[in-house]
């Protein structure tokens, strides 16, 4: 059995989170973290689930004990949290988005010591899109307009999302294209019209949409869209309890859902 500590218990991740690994009997949810000063500090997070009393209560750091840590917080706080990991020798599940250079990079860093699996989205579904989008553009080549629309919810706070980005820089790479410099993020104005080595890449943020990608590739003629609707939190907080079965008594190294799917 593995035991998980969740952090951001509170939030709309961290309550799936808590759900499902308390179902799970696999897994064995031992710490539930928020930040000091939450207003449920201190209450079972059970009950801030909406699943009844779980006899684990929301604190403030990491308990010992735990095989593996799962953060889908703030990048502030995921990155305070990963100290916490180290110092405890903690494998850790990092799916937070919206994370600078500097904050990536000291994740990649702290790989050196501890196991971690990091993913700009934890569902199946969507680490199965990273595989087959560059591949379906490398066979389409350079003449196939490429354009990436993604939808989520009113209250995400970074655009574009960390997989549309993802999503970009694979199909850029098989390209050979450098997407720094042909990446373009909307449009608008009279000379608004796409150049043949353009990667658009739109971000539409409304109600409560939890995730929507749509890689369109067109030509004279014809359009092939590759389409992935996430319905519920779940399809991210079970890929996540996954990647936290997979990690735990791994050696250092940074891993992906391609490692913990076993995707070539």
Excluded at 81 to 109: D, N
């Amino acid at each position: 059995m593995v035991k998980v500590a969740v952090s951001g218990a509170a939030g709309r991740m961290g309550k799936r989170l808590v759900s499902l690994a308390a179902s799970d009997p696999e897994l064995k949810l031992v710490g539930a973290l928020e930040a000091p000063g939450h207003p449920d500090m201190g209450k079972d997070a059970g009950l801030v689930a909406g699943i009844g009393e779980i006899g684990v209560k929301i604190i403030r750091k990491l308990p010992a004990g735990a095989d593996a840590l799962i953060d889908f917080s703030a990048p502030e706080a995921t990155l305070d949290r990963l100290e916490e990991a180290l110092k405890m020798g903690l494998a850790a599940v990092i799916g937070t988005t919206g994370l600078s250079e500097e904050g990536v990079s000291r994740i990649e860093a702290a790989a050196g010591r501890i196991a971690i699996v990091f993913s700009p989205n934890m569902s199946v579904g969507v680490n199965l899109l990273f595989k087959i989008a560059p591949r379906v553009a490398e066979a389409l080549g350079g003449g196939y307009d490429v354009e990436i629309v993604e939808t989520h919810h009113r209250r995400k706070a970074d655009a574009p999302s960390g997989t549309a980005l993802a999503l970009a820089r694979g199909i850029a790479e098989v390209l050979g294209r450098n997407l720094e410099k042909t990446g373009v993020y909307g449009r608008r104005g009279k000379m608004a019209g796409r150049s043949a080595e353009e990667i658009g890449i739109h971000a539409v943020r409304v109600g409560d949409v939890v995730g929507e990608h749509v890689v369109i590739f067109g030509n004279t003629g014809e359009r092939i869209e590759l389409v992935h609707r996430a319905n519920t939190r779940d399809a991210f907080a079970s890929g996540a309890l996954r990647a936290a079965k997979f990690v735990a008594g791994k050696p250092p190294g940074l891993y992906g859902m391609a490692d913990v799917l076993g995707i070539e």
